[in-house]
């Protein structure tokens, strides 16, 4: 596990998004040439959700690719704001993606459930090739959120006070993230601004505790700049 932690500068939202489009199918190419597929952990959130907007434009090896969740909302299946659902009809409705290789975390079964049934299914594929996250206002990635305690040896947590709702979620461990190749971080908007400037002051907040196998790239807009 690195400690390398690069920050990279753009100059808009859409920017971070080509650009994250572009490392994503790089990564792509190069684990379906050494292993014969790509792992890919997913994000919610309006960054994320233009980045799969701009990989349903691509033609790509589809039947190679597997994704997961980093977190999600225990909501029912079709709720609007459910992370999974909002891949699907961003993304994968829009091309020939198998459903078998999407694996979105079944919150609808309640956290603790969820959250057992995930971490048995992510070890099979673990290390995992790339993952996306985004930070939150307060500086909590996925639903890893400030002043949580959970056990460091889960995969997966159960999450039940959640301070946005719902309150009921679950969500990849510290521990699950570290086991990633490639970790990028999509920071957007004014309202983390307060939040970067707490992370680039040494302040213990989730995302500043991720790390990756290879290093974590922090793609960051000038209004979240401190």
């Known amino acids: 596990m690195s400690d390398n932690i690069r920050w990279h500068y753009y100059s808009s939202a859409e920017e971070i998004a080509q650009m ?34 701009l990989l349903a434009e691509h033609d790509q090896q589809w039947d190679k690719w597997y994704l997961f969740m980093g977190d999600e909302r225990c909501l029912e299946v079709n709720d609007a704001q459910r992370n999974s659902l909002m891949v699907q009809q961003t993304w994968l409705n829009r091309v020939n993606f198998p459903a078998a ?14 959250a057992v049934q995930y ?7 673990l290390p ?10 307060d500086g909590h990635t996925a639903s890893l959120f400030p002043g949580h305690q959970h056990n460091a040896d889960e995969l997966t947590h159960a999450v039940y006070n959640s301070p946005k709702p719902p ?13 990633s190749e490639q970790i ?38 000038p209004e979240a700049r401190p």
Do not use: C
């Not at 190069?30 to 907007?53: C, D, M, N, Q, W």
């Not at 995992?128 to 206002?137: A, P, S, V």
């Open 20 to 53: 994250a489009v572009h490392q994503i199918l790089l990564k792509a190419q190069e684990a379906i040439s050494h292993r014969g597929i790509f792992t890919l952990v997913l994000a919610g959130g309006t960054t994320p959700k233009r980045i799969y907007e």
């Open 119 to 125: 971490a048995e299914l992510i070890r099979h594929y």
């Open 184 to 221: 990028l971080i999509l920071v957007t908007g004014s309202s983390k601004k307060t939040a970067v400037k707490q992370w680039l002051e040494g302040e213990p907040l989730p995302i500043a505790q991720v790390r990756a196998i290879n290093g974590v790239d922090i793609m960051i807009a």
């Open 101 to 114: 290789n999407f694996h979105p975390i079944a919150a609808e079964l309640g956290p603790e459930q969820a």
């Open 128 to 137: 995992f090739n790339m993952t996306l996250l985004g930070m939150g206002e």
């Open 167 to 179: 309150p009921q979620r679950v969500s990849l461990s510290q521990s699950a993230l570290a086991q």
